[in-house]
């Protein structure tokens, strides 16, 4: 008999200021320590992804936010969890960034976004972000 893992939905942030983009190291001795993400968290029962990923960001940077546009939907198997992630772009209405969740923030370019180790599920919110910045430049010009 198998076992159904635990299915868990995710959402991230991506906070876009001046051509750079806000990414959080997880604790060393949290799930996936050591790793970059995209910050947000757990939807709760009762919400939406939205109100989810606005809490979370409120939560866990004590920011306020808007949510932008949906980017992607990643869904990753870590061995004892599935984590379904919904990334979207983020806006920064107010607040100064204090770390409650995680050890490290960092504001990166998108090719610097390679540079970091990032935790499975966000590699499609990157690859997601990197084709919206793409079409949105080609519209521009």
């Known amino acids: 008999m198998t076992i159904a893992k635990p299915h868990i939905v995710v959402v991230a942030g991506v906070i876009e200021k001046q051509g750079y983009y806000l990414i959080a190291q997880r ?26 990923l606005e809490r979370e960001l409120s939560e866990e940077l004590s920011i306020t936010t808007t949510t932008g546009i949906w980017l992607a939907d990643s869904v990753f198997d870590y ?55 793409a079409s949105r430049d080609s519209d521009i010009s």
């Open 27 to 52: 604790f060393d001795d949290a799930s996936q320590g050591g790793l970059w993400e995209f910050p947000g968290g757990k939807v709760e029962l009762d919400e939406t992804p939205i109100q989810a």
């Open 79 to 133: 061995g004892d969890k599935v984590v379904e992630l919904k990334g979207y772009l983020s806006h920064w209405r107010q607040g100064d960034i204090m770390l409650n969740s995680h050890q490290k923030i960092a504001w990166v370019s998108l090719l610097q976004l390679a540079d970091y180790q990032f935790c499975a599920a966000d590699y499609s919110i990157i690859t997601a972000l990197q084709q919206y910045i």
